[in-house]
């Protein structure tokens, strides 16, 4: 999550002084019960980084058109459905036929996605997946709506890339829409508050090792209400610098049904079938093949353009009463209401080209301690 979006979409800086603390009051926000104890789960997922941006393009190989499309870093359930209408406009282009059935390779946000849109265009569609959700790493995701998060590199973000990136996120916001005020809640709109211990102008320590990332905040502030200022009488938290703003949610594991009910109901496949090899894409029925594998193609492919950023997260019992989200700027945790429980995500130091998907308890049980030093 980059906190500088956040802030830029939030607006200016503001420095007030710190407070008692006060949830009782009726404007206030219910508060978080965040204590190590009620950690029920923890979870470690992949994002699929490419320095160049999410591979979307076509080849053709032992006699098939593979579309590739994948790497999509810190932003691929937030650009799923955009990027996904480029993969299916590259399968038109090449030619596919109506009512051909179309491979799909992997069952993440991006292969679900691109199932799903590729059968509302009147496909048939097979999906092959070595682990689909809840083990796929896209079930380790937040949830924020974060199309601008670790997805390309400031030496690889042109003008060009970034009306394309721009593209891909309007018309990914504009589907997600489709999915508010369902009874199973896929995608819901939560108030947050970005608090800060320090003025929000102070810079902030990167990420070790990480390259520099453009800002994209502003070329889609229009799809982020603007935030506000809270003075000190205005909000509960034992901190002086806060604002508030609105932000779209996924919740994950709804999200994930919902979408694998929807390609069942229209006919879909899943296999479940590891590749190990791209020698056996020649193996497949289908001629056209979509390769939504994720951070599975630096394996498969040999793909050496991609990096594994590692990222962990903390799943406390849930609390319904809660309906807002927390970003403690400077402290690098994010705390989201889910239906599925309060997740409190942190990155460590090391994340950037770690794979290691062993959760570390302490690590998580830190986060926790200083988020409830808020309240
Ligand atoms: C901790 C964390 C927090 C995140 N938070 C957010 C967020 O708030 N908002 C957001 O937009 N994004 C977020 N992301 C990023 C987002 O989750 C990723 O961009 C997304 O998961 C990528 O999806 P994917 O489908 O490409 O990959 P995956 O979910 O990894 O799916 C890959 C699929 O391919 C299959 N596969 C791989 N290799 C093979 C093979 N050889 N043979 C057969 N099948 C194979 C896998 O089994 C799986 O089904 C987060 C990611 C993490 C890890």
């Given amino acids: 999550m ?5 802030l830029a979409a939030c607006g200016g800086a503001v420095a007030l002084p710190a407070r008692a603390l006060d949830f009782a009051s009726p404007p206030f926000p219910t508060a978080m019960r965040v204590s190590t104890d009620r ?3 923890i979870t470690v997922g992949i994002r699929p980084f490419r320095a160049q941006g999410p591979r979307i393009e076509a080849e053709k190989r032992f006699g098939k058109t593979l579309i590739h499309h994948y790497g999509h870093g810190g932003s691929g359930w937030s650009l799923s459905w955009g990027s996904a209408q480029r993969a299916l406009a590259l399968l038109q282009a090449g030619g596919a ?4 059935r179309i491979a799909v390779i992997g069952c993440g946000a991006i292969g679900l996605t691109t199932a799903r849109t590729l059968q509302q265009a009147g496909y048939k569609v097979r999906l092959y997946a070595k682990d689909r959700p ?3 790493h896209s079930s380790a995701a937040t949830g924020l709506w974060t199309p601008d998060s670790r997805v390309v590199t400031n030496e690889h973000a042109s003008e060009a890339w970034i009306a394309g990136w721009e593209a891909m996120a309007r018309a990914s916001f504009k589907v997600h829409q489709g999915y508010l005020g369902l009874p199973s809640g896929p995608v819901e709109w939560h108030d947050g508050y970005l608090v800060a211990d320090e003025d929000f102008n102070a810079p902030l320590a990167g990420h070790v090792g990480e390259p520099d ?3 994209l905040a502003d070329r889609i502030a229009d799809l982020r209400p603007q935030g506000k200022a809270l003075a000190s009488g205005e909000h509960p938290f034992r901190t002086s610098h806060v604002r508030r703003f609105t932000q779209l949610v996924f919740n994950i594991p709804a999200y994930q ?4 009910e929807d390609f069942a109901r229209d006919r879909g496949e899943l296999v479940q079938h590891e590749f190990r090899s791209p020698r056996e894409f020649a193996q497949l029925r289908e001629k056209r093949i979509v390769n939504c594998t994720g951070d599975g193609a630096r394996a498969l492919l040999g793909e050496t353009s ?13 609390q319904t009463e809660v309906n807002y989200a927390l970003i403690y ?3 690098n945790v994010v705390a989201l209401p889910r239906r599925d429980g309060l997740l409190i995500a942190a990155m460590g130091e090391h994340d950037f080209g770690n794979d290691d998907l062993r959760p570390d308890r302490g690590h998580s049980e830190d986060a926790v301690r200083r988020l409830a030093r808020l309240f």
């Fill in 2 to 6: 980059k906190r500088r979006h956040l």
């Fill in 39 to 41: 950690i029920v789960d």
């Fill in 97 to 100: 036929n109506a009512g051909e």
């Fill in 134 to 136: 809840p083990l796929v």
């Fill in 213 to 215: 990332y453009p800002d």
């Fill in 257 to 260: 049904r919902l979408l694998l």
């Fill in 306 to 318: 991609m990096t594994p950023v590692r990222g962990q997260t903390a799943h406390l019992v849930p």
């Fill in 329 to 331: 700027r400077g402290q």
